[in-house]
């Protein structure tokens, strides 16, 4: 009866650590850490890009041991409220163009619920997945846009809140 115990508990030991070994992991990194911000306010006459980095390193991503297949990124903003118009930004992600002249608000009330949130998928960019895997470090920038402003009697600006990517992946599979 004993052997028989045995050869359950090793057989649901190995397929619970078959299980554990094939799920995923997953690493996030949040610009500012707390979620509380503003991680930079963007406006036309002061800073008009914000450009900063990703690091998943620091949540447990070690390059050359695990494997990044997916990244979804998400951006938050919060208007300061000076005028009653939407600001404009492009957010490049890895060098590309994620959002172009992407219209943004957002209040500070209630947040971090009330700030607009963007959100996207990376997963199919080979590049962006190339450049994480490499370092485990992914760059980012957002720039305010005026789109016309002959026909705007306002100073376009807004506050980058919140930045955050995240990534999933496992361990790198053996070559042999």
Known sequence: MKIKQLVWTAAAVLALSNTVSASAITWVDRDPDSGNGPLQFLSENGTTVFTSTFDITPAGF??????????????????????????????FVGGFNIWNDLEVDGTHANAPTSYEWFSQGLTGNISILGDINADGILAYSVTIQNLDTSRRSYTEDTYLKIAELTAGGDLKPRTT
């Open 62 to 91: 070690i390059p050359g041991t695990h494997l990044v297949d997916t990244i979804n990124v998400k951006f938050a903003f919060s208007d300061d409220n000076s005028d009653s118009q939407s600001e404009y930004v492009d957010i």
